[in-house]
């Protein structure tokens, strides 16, 4: 039994004491961020404010095929009379809120009351003498293809999707294993280079002689001695007691390995020791 909607005009005398300004010390709403412990009673709420679609239809041959398998009718068989009328009421009603959505629905139902005068009528036979084509073939036809379709489209929908039902991971490994030292500095080899000299001046021999320096062989000294070693320090590469040429030499033939990438020169930080590696792994 429906019931009529009762109006307030004017709020009775004694009403601002039933209703107190604040429900269990509960703001009733937010309004730009600050508490609302008191509805406004000037409030208006247009009739349109709020609209619940119970259930929402894709286009007329989602909404006709809803009735018929809503009513468990059959689809080849469909009873004309009770669709059409069940169809034109849902049109007449989204008519009154959204023209424009029903321009498309009163299409399907022009179609509807085609068939359905068709059907009134004696059929009409062939001229080879055979019997009409029911008017509802090609309806039912393009039922039987949107059904398809539409089933096709859930079960691709229920499939597990990217954003949706799962995410990727992403791992990031470091290709490189080999580990990148700091590059040596060259005012830094070469403050490492004098405190060589200076010790080899504190051990330095008279004798006079001529001796013949290749740079290839201390090349070959260089790299046996960093045979088999992770980090060599710069300076225990170099024996002083040899003299100033050797140290020379010995020089010479690193600053040449290192420009043919055999070794490398590298330091923890500004003005730590200078160490030298091989830049190649024997096998």
Do not use: C
């Not at 088999?228 to 170099?238: A, N, P, Q, T």
């Not at 007691?241 to 590298?266: D, Y």
């Amino acid at each position: 039994m429906s019931q009529e909607p009762v109006v307030l005009d004017e709020a009775p005398e004694g009403l601002d004491a039933v209703l107190p300004g604040v429900v269990d010390h509960v703001a009733v709403a937010r309004l730009y961020g600050e508490p609302l412990f008191d509805l406004p009673r000037d409030l208006y709420i247009p009739p349109d404010a709020l609209r619940v679609f119970l259930e929402a239809f894709e286009g007329p041959l989602d909404l006709l095929l809803y009735l018929i398998r809503k009513q468990n009718f059959n689809i080849l068989d469909i009873p004309m009379a009770a669709v059409t009328r069940q169809y034109l009421s849902y049109v007449e009603e989204i008519r009154s809120h959204n023209l424009e959505l029903a321009a498309e629905y009163l299409l399907m139902a022009a179609m509807l009351i085609e068939i359905k005068s068709r059907m009134l009528l004696p059929p009409k036979k062939t001229a080879e003498g055979e019997e009409a084509e029911d008017p509802r073939a090609e309806l039912v036809r393009r039922l039987l293809e949107y059904e398809q379709m539409k089933l096709a489209a859930q079960r691709l929908a229920d499939l597990p999707q990217y954003g949706r039902d799962f995410l990727r991971a992403q791992v990031y490994v470091e290709q490189s294993l080999q580990p990148r030292f700091p590059d040596v500095h060259v005012l830094d080899l070469q403050s490492a280079w004098r405190d060589i000299l200076k010790r080899a001046k504190l051990v330095q021999h008279h004798k006079i002689s001529r001796e013949e320096l290749s740079v290839r062989e201390h090349m070959s000294i260089v790299l046996r001695k960093l045979q088999g070693r992770k980090f060599v320090e710069f300076g225990d590469l170099f024996d002083v007691s040899q003299g100033v040429p050797v140290l020379v030499v010995t020089f010479i033939a690193m600053l040449e390995l290192a420009k043919e990438t055999l070794i490398e020169l590298t330091q923890a930080e500004a003005f730590a020791p200078v160490y030298v590696r091989l830049a190649y792994s024997p096998a």
